[in-house]
């Protein structure tokens, strides 16, 4: 594993509750819209610049975020969560978009799930 | 000196605080109306209460409000603090300085005194507030008398809805 | 049923009018989000991962015609045309703008609903039998006690901030259809020798991360004294409840770590001092109530209805559902009908505004007009004549409500999990698909009998997992979901907490765990044992030797 330093700054719109990215000073609706930070100073930076938007969006944080074959994607199954909506609705939330972006998001979200590693269950 | 909201039954008024707020350790100034710990009545209540000047007790959430129930007659205020405003302990005091211990001075909110809590404050007795959110009278009386029924009994008496005469 | 008036009507345009305003203040940046957040928790407005959730108060989990079509309405105008109803008999929508949640209050009010204290540290809605007033089986009708607590208890003023949220369950028969022993406060009917009615009053029972069943502190509290006696033990849990942790907040611990026979002693002390004049209710108020809770328009009938059984004769699927779904009404010719809203591709506890429209049309046709709403996430049709189940049964069908699998494997319990909420580390929802899946087969369901499983998705517990015949809890090892089974928990009469059975397992073994769980329990069952009785008989090993096969 590298230890790159890569992350994106989420948080929810205040009147409406959407998830939304930083993106240069802006808020978009898109994950693989999201600006990616590589050095702590531009994020924490960031960070401070959305806290002082508490008339736009609550609970401005950073992510992690990764970088795989099929693309950038948020670490945390959470995250991937809030970047696609649920999984039970695919109508619902951003994936509803659909697109190659979508697509890979939920390629690298399908590999983060766990594929029975452990092995625990054995017939007997 | 800070503001102080007076809460009457015909509403609330801004007044002047002439309490002084007295440190535990630190001396009580001259002629002076003072509030003290509870630790510090019951250190030096008769002192205190000999000396002249108006005395109330603050009390803090973890205390018995009913350790005050002999001090009571001789107190000008009782002061309930509330150190975060989701903290409700004072509410209980409160109420059982009106109810139980017929406590009839004034019972003041310090602290993180939110307009946003008037309703239940004035309801629980608390008739006075130090508001920490900057709030008139106006906005604290407009907050306070928001509900035009209740619908259990409380500290400040009002009928509830049961015994309303419209309810059956 | 009970109706508001003019009273009751006031109020809630006044909690209506007092939200717009508190919007309107922090959306102009007046209010800190700090100081909004408890403010809209108290309105039920929670920040979840895609969007605001608001959670519906439905009191008791009772519902008539014009407020489930009410509910339609909103989720179609509002959210994303559907509702979800959760484990404490209420309805949440998932996908509500904050912006648009002051007119939503709006509408609820209009059919004297609200979201008032379905969050917060105050005293929620009180979980009751959603067969009130239709089962035999009651000694009196918990729905007035229920009310009397809903009038109590909304926005009181000593016990708006107490140290954690705060649960009321009320039951009156012998089946506990409430979880009562799991509440803060279970109160179960009792008559006295004298005919008199009472109260068991249990208190300590919770789940979350430390699960306790609630334990007897008054054998027999005369009913009329209830709201004194409530007001003591809450007073008492005010002051000493811990404020230090939110963990160790609940009443569980005060009365864990004082023990029951002491708390109960510190109640009664306090009961004394309290002036029962004031704080009890009327009875002329009491009696006001209870006449709201009198069902008319039950006709005298056969208890038999020739139609119905020719038509169940006819129709095995109609048979099914009549086996699974319909139940015994105090009334000769009229059952009880639950509503599943487990269809085997559903989410659980989800209905959309079709079908919730078709319940109102139902109701109104069938039920007397009356809908009740389980924790268990399904619906009631409490009050259907028995000549009417064939036309009902097929209304049913045809909007996908008929799942025939009341009390079964598929009859699922789980919460929104990592899916919506903002808590969970894992996802319930797919889990419980994937167990209704792998129980297609209805005759092999009805073969394993009672079966609770109950889904959390994290250790708050909302999907119940601790007191699931099967518990399944998901938890977040190293970014990725795992899932704890736990076995013999049951939240009814005979109230027990959980065993873990072994190891965390991904998402893909837990279906096939059950399986085998259900294996074993078919080869060791004897008589009409259910699964959770075999557990208790047969213990923890043979489960778990079928589900972990060590390599050895």
Redesign the interface.
């Known amino acids: 594993m590298s230890a790159e330093f890569l992350k994106a700054l989420t948080a ?1 719109r ?6 939304v990215f930083w993106s240069g000073g802006q808020w978009v609706e898109q994950f693989a819209d999201a600006e990616l930070f590589t050095e702590e100073g531009p994020a924490e930076a960031a960070v401070a610049l959305a806290k002082a938007q ?2 736009i969006v ?2 401005a944080y950073l992510i992690d975020v990764t970088r795989s074959d099929q693309g950038v994607a948020p ?4 995250e991937r ?2 970047a696609l ?5 695919l109508g ?2 951003k994936q509803a978009l659909g697109g190659a972006a979508i697509a890979a998001l939920q390629a690298a979200s399908g590999a ?7 092995d ?5 | 000196m800070s503001t102080l909201i007076k809460y009457t039954a015909n509403g609330a008024t801004e007044i002047e605080n002439s309490f002084v707020h007295v440190v535990d350790g630190e001396p009580v100034p001259q002629g002076a109306d003072i509030i003290v710990s509870l630790g510090r009545i019951k250190a030096e209540g008769e002192a205190l209460l000999a000396s002249g000047v108006r005395v109330g007790v603050q009390i803090e ?1 973890a205390e018995a409000v009913e350790d005050l129930a002999e001090l009571l007659p001789r107190l000008a205020l009782v002061a309930v603090a509330f150190p975060k ?5 004072a ?2 005091s409160a ?1 059982l300085l009106r ?2 211990l017929g406590f009839n001075g004034e019972v003041r909110a310090v602290g993180d005194v ?1 307009r ?2 008037a ?3 004035t ?2 007795g608390i008739d006075a507030f130090v508001p920490a ?1 900057g709030s008139s009278a106006a906005e604290w009386s407009r907050a306070a008398g ?10 400040d008496g009002r009928t509830p ?4 005469p ?3 | 049923m009970y109706r508001y ?4 009507k ?2 809630l345009t ?2 209506s ?2 939200f717009r305003h ?1 919007v309107g203040r ?4 007046e209010l ?2 700090d ?1 909004f957040k ?2 809209r928790l108290m309105n039920g407005l929670y ?6 959730m608001l959670r519906v108060c439905i009191p008791y989990g009772t519902l008539n015609v014009a407020q489930v079509r009410r509910l339609a309405w909103i989720a179609r105008t509002y959210d ?1 045309g559907y509702g979800h109803f959760t484990t404490r008999q209420n309805i949440q929508f998932h ?5 648009d949640a002051p007119d939503i209050l709006d509408a609820l009010a209009e059919v004297d609903l609200h979201a008032i204290q379905t969050s917060g ?1 105050c005293i929620r809605n009180t979980t009751s039998d959603p067969r009130a007033g239709a089962t035999a089986e009651e000694i009196d009708d918990p729905r007035v006690w229920s009310e009397a607590i809903r ?13 954690r949220k705060f649960k009321i369950a009320v039951t009156a028969s012998a089946k506990d259809r409430t979880a009562a022993r799991v509440h803060d406060i279970g109160l179960a009917l009792r008559q006295g020798r004298d005919g008199t009615l009472g109260f068991e009053v249990m208190v300590g029972g919770g789940m979350g991360r430390t699960p306790f069943i609630g334990q007897t502190i008054k054998e027999f509290l005369p009913a009329t004294r209830l709201l004194s006696y409530l007001e003591a033990v809450l ?1 008492v849990y ?2 000493a409840g811990r ?1 230090d942790n939110i963990y160790k907040a609940r009443i569980k611990i005060l009365v864990s770590s004082l023990g029951a026979e002491e708390f109960g002693r510190q109640v009664e002390e306090e009961w004394a ?1 309290i ?1 029962a004049a ?2 009890d ?2 009875d ?2 009491l009696a ?1 109530i209870r006449a709201a809770f009198i069902q008319p328009g039950l006709e005298v009938l056969p208890a038999v209805s020739d139609s119905y059984e020719a038509a169940r004769g006819a129709n095995p699927a109609l048979a099914r559902f009549a086996r699974n779904n319909v139940s015994a009404h105090k009334a000769p010719g009229y059952a009880i009908v639950d509503v599943s809203l487990k269809a085997h591709d559903a ?1 659980p506890g989800d209905a959309n505004s079709d079908q919730l429209e078709a319940i109102a049309d139902l109701a109104e046709r069938f039920s007397l007009g009356d809908i009740r709403v389980t924790h268990e996430q399904n619906l009631v049709l409490p009050h259907v004549k028995q000549s009417d189940l064939p036309a009902l049964f097929e209304g049913l069908v045809a909007v996908g409500l008929a799942t025939p699998n009341i009390n079964l494997v598929s009859d699922i319990i789980a919460c929104p999990g ?3 909420c903002a808590l ?1 580390n894992a ?1 319930a ?2 889990v419980a ?1 994937s167990i209704a899946q792998r129980f297609l087969d209805a005759d092999r369901a009805e073969l394993v009998g009672e079966l609770k499983i109950k889904i959390s998705g994290c250790i708050n517990a909302c999907g119940h997992h601790h007191v699931g015949h099967i518990g399944i809890l998901g938890v ?1 090892k190293k ?4 899932y704890q089974l736990t076995l013999g928990g049951s939240g009814a009469e005979d109230a027990s907490i959980g065993k873990i059975l ?2 965390g ?5 837990v279906a ?2 059950v399986d ?1 769980l259900v294996e074993v329990y078919l080869a060791e069952r004897q008589g009409e044992e259910r699964f959770l009785d075999t557990y208790r008989r047969i213990g923890m090993t043979p489960f778990k030797e ?4 060590d ?1 050895h």
Not at chain 1, 14 to 19: H, N, P, R, S
Not at chain 1, 120 to 124: E, G, N
Not at chain 3, 26 to 29: D, K, Q, T, V, W
Not at chain 3, 47 to 52: N, P, R
């Open positions: 929810n205040l009147g409406e509750g959407d998830v508490p008339r609550v609970d670490v945390s199954y959470r969560l809030r909506g649920p999984t039970n609705e619902h939330g983060a799930r766990s594929t029975g590693r452990l625990l269950i054995r017939r007997k | 959430p405003f989701r903290d409700g302990r509410y209980t109420t109810q139980r939110l946003e809590q309703y239940v404050m309801r629980c959110d928001h509900f035009r029924h209740v619908y259990q009994t409380a500290a809805a049961y015994a309303e419209g309810r059956r | 008036d003019a009273i009751d006031e109020f006044d909690r009018n007092e508190q922090r959306l102009a940046g800190s989000e100081q408890p403010l920040l979840q991962l895609h969007a605001y994303k996908w509500v703008k904050l912006r540290n009038q109590w208890s909304t926005l009181h003023p000593e016990f708006s901030y107490l140290p007073r005010n002051r404020r001092q002036d004031r704080a209710l009327p002329t108020e006001r989410t990592l899916d919506y969970a996802r929802i797919p698909q977040d970014g990725e979901e795992y072994g190891p397992l991904n998402a893909d073994q096939p765990a085998r079928a589900v972990y096969v390599a």
